[in-house]
């Protein structure tokens, strides 16, 4: 797999979901897709399978975290789902990670790419040392993190555009980084605070894109999907 746009879709039922894909049932290339708890939890797995049969590739953004058994046995169950891409949370530690790792593991020896979730958006450095009890500097937390799952051999990490380039500097380039936060120069920024274009994201080397509302709430949806491919494959060629 290599460099692509992951549109997020951020819905929470069935009925919705199918009547955005069904706006690219014409279209040659199948748009890559992020299903949430949301729509996972709505729906259950029988929602993955569904999408799965349309031709999609999946990211399942379930960010598991429990004791190393647990999340073995859990991943083992999602990876049969045959989704493309799932994803932890790396402070559940290398062991918890491993233990992902072996139970992703298809019997024909293929399993789904493993990418960790780092510290989320949503934790800021207050709220790093006064819920987390962790005093050093966010950012060297988030790279101690990322190291942390490339050595437990994960595929990557979610990470801001803006951290993409140090990831790679710091844990190899081709240590997948996944980054939402992207928008067009003239599309309304939502509640992300910092965000980039799908050109300059690729221009910073992110490996993938995840495009919510830009996309899902464009006027239309195709258009705006391919503007994003355009802009962020495209460039890097
Ligand atoms: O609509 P928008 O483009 O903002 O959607 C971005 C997607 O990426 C959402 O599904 C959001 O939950 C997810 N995400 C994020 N920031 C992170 C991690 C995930 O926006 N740090």
């Known amino acids: 797999m290599g460099k692509d746009v992951i549109v997020a879709c951020d819905f929470s039922s069935k009925k919705q979901v199918l009547d955005f894909l069904e706006l690219f049932e014409q279209e040659e290339r199948k748009p890559f897709l992020k299903i949430g708890m949301e729509l996972y939890y709505a729906e259950g797995p029988e929602i993955v399978r569904e999408i799965k049969r349309r031709g999609h590739r999946i990211f399942l953004d379930l960010k598991l975290h429990d004791i190393p058994n647990t999340v073995r046995k859990s991943m083992a169950v999602l990876s049969r789902l045959d989704v493309d891409i799932v994803n932890l949370h790396a402070a559940g530690t290398v062991n918890m990670m491993k233990a992902a790792l072996e139970g992703l593991l298809r019997e024909d020896g293929t399993r789904p790419l493993l990418i960790a979730v780092t510290q989320l ?85 992110s490996d993938y894109i995840v495009v919510g509302r830009p996309i899902t709430a464009a006027p239309d949806p195709v258009a705006a999907y391919r503007r994003c491919c355009e802009d962020f494959i495209n460039e890097g060629v």
């Open 121 to 205: 958006t949503s934790t800021d450095q207050k709220s790093l040392e006064e819920d987390l009890m962790i005093h050093e500097p966010i950012d060297k937390v988030v790279m101690h993190y990322a190291l942390k799952a490339k050595e437990a051999g994960l595929d990557g990490v979610v990470c801001s555009p803006l951290e993409a380039k140090k990831v790679h500097d710091t844990c190899g380039a081709d240590f997948l980084t996944i980054t939402p936060g992207v928008r067009f120069k003239d599309s309304d920024v939502g509640d992300q605070k910092r965000v980039m274009t799908p050109k300059a994201a690729s221009e910073i080397g």
